[in-house]
């Protein structure tokens, strides 16, 4: 049975907006992760430590958030810049 368009459409969408959001995350939990490796936070931090130290709950709602507002910001943008290209008239006269 075939999908309709306008479903196929609403998934893309629905998936773009996942994979965005994911990304935040996956850039603000690096940008942890690195901040934990810092000459001012000392030598010989295992990453199994620092891995403890950055995957807290509080993180994860920090993460969460930030990546929605983000994403939200993101849309916002994407529609207020889209303007349609203006039709070049073929016959210049």
Request: no cysteine; glycine share 6%.
């Amino acid at each position: 049975m075939p999908q309709h368009p306008t479903n196929r459409r609403r998934l893309t969408l629905i998936f773009r907006a996942v994979i965005e959001i994911a990304f935040i995350v996956f850039l603000y939990y690096s940008n942890l992760l690195m901040g934990e490796f810092t000459k001012t936070n000392g030598r010989g931090k295992s990453l199994i430590f620092a891995l403890n130290d950055i995957i807290t709950g509080m993180n994860f709602s920090i993460a969460i958030v930030s990546a929605l507002v983000g994403w939200a910001v993101i849309e916002y943008l994407r529609q207020k810049l889209s303007v349609p290209m203006p039709a070049w008239n073929s016959e210049k006269k």
